[in-house]
């Protein structure tokens, strides 16, 4: 397995010490696996902890996804997971970033009923 998908794959498992360590071996934060994606469009959505350590190392929390336009801050407020989304907005994640269908993460928010996710992001 190349790097880049160990990495992807430590982040979408919510592996907190192999991110880390990867991290600290030199792997590029933002490097894409073979699928195009990075650790931070990967990630378990829920594990604030891979988040943080991510964002801390420079992942770009406004990364889109190539076949749909969505970001990070998509996919937290899609799924309802208000401390991710909190912290994507703490590292710069733009809320007014629409998809290729013209949706906002706050449209995929109230889509899927996470009205704690839609009130934060209208407080904005």
Do not use: C, W
Not at 26 to 35: H, P, S, T
Not at 45 to 62: H, K, Q, S, Y
Request: no cysteine; net charge negative.
């Amino acid at each position: 397995m190349i790097r880049e998908d160990e990495f992807a794959s430590a982040a979408a498992t919510g592996n907190v010490e192999h991110v880390g360590m990867l991290l600290q071996d030199g792997v590029d934060v933002n490097a894409v696996n073979r699928f195009g994606r990075t650790p931070l469009q990967v990630m378990m959505m829920g594990n604030t902890a891979v988040a943080r350590l991510l964002l801390e190392n420079g992942a770009n929390p406004n990364v889109s996804d190539h076949s749909t336009g969505t970001t990070p801050l998509h996919d937290a407020a899609r799924e309802g997971f208000l401390d991710t989304v909190k912290l994507l907005i703490q590292f710069q994640a733009d809320i007014s970033v629409k998809d290729y269908r013209s949706r906002r993460p706050i449209d995929l928010a109230q889509e899927n009923g996470h009205l704690n996710v839609v009130y934060f992001l209208e407080s904005l």
